[in-house]
């Protein structure tokens, strides 16, 4: 398996609720990464993850919180969501410090 | 500062011609250099790392330190060449990972 595998692909959400993204590889990447890509923008780094640990947070807001409960699966929880943050958010992997894989993305629209 | 500079929103070509895409960077070091490449509807993908010096489907790029450049080029444009590149840096990183600082991306559009 050479894929990074993102769920839901469209996710569609109030501001009071909470969801989930999940990503998942297989390659035996021990690197893992949380990127936002707003339309025509380039991707913007949120979170890396590294053997399981959070090794870099971008200041991203409180109202998004990573979690990476193995090596081979990456989760994005979402809560309290702002209009501003409907984006593309996309998962990657790296071989440590390898070139990143990135998945198709998860499309999420804020109400 | 550590920037990815891409001059170019768009680029617009006939088939067959010559292509550069630029890329200039601003890092104090020996960075790493990418270029990644998204065709309409699919993921964002790999193409180039300065280090590999490989030519994939056909495009190359150089890294000149000199300069702080790394611009992508084809000596023939295809159709199905159309798509978004990024150019990207990665600063030398410990800790098993790497930050990409992306380029705010260049259209490529190759006409018939």
């Known amino acids: 398996d050479t894929e990074v595998t993102q769920t839901p692909k469209h996710l569609v959400m109030g501001m009071t609720n909470k969801k989930s993204l999940k990503c998942e590889q297989h390659?035996?990447?021990?690197?893992m990464y949380w990127y936002k890509q707003k339309a025509k923008k380039p991707p913007e780094l949120m979170f890396v993850?590294?053997?399981?640990?959070?090794?870099i947070n971008e200041s991203v807001p409180s109202r998004f919180s990573p979690e990476c409960p193995n090596s081979s699966l990456l989760n994005l929880h979402l809560h309290a969501l702002q209009p501003e943050d409907s984006a593309l958010y996309l998962c990657a992997s790296s071989l440590t410090g390898g070139p990143q894989h990135f998945g198709d993305g998860t499309r999420l629209s804020i109400l | 500062a550590q920037r990815v500079t891409q001059p170019e929103k768009l680029l617009s070509v006939f088939k067959g011609a010559p292509v550069e895409l630029k890329c200039n960077y601003s890092y104090s070091g020996s960075p790493e250099l990418f270029w990644y490449v998204q065709y309409s509807r699919q993921r964002l993908q790999l193409l180039l790392r300065?280090?590999s010096r490989e030519s994939i489907k056909g495009f190359t790029a150089d890294l000149n330190k000199g300069e702080t450049s790394f611009h992508l080029k084809k000596p023939f444009a295809q159709e199905e060449d159309s798509a978004m590149y990024y150019c990207?840096?990665?600063?030398?990183?410990?800790?098993?990972?790497?930050?990409?600082?992306f380029g705010a991306g260049t259209r490529l559009a190759v006409h018939p």
């Open positions: 390659m035996g990447h021990r690197a």
């Open positions: 990207a840096l990665s600063p030398p990183l410990s800790g098993g990972y790497n930050k990409l600082i």
């Open positions: 300065h280090i």
């Open positions: 993850y590294s053997y399981e640990k959070l090794s």
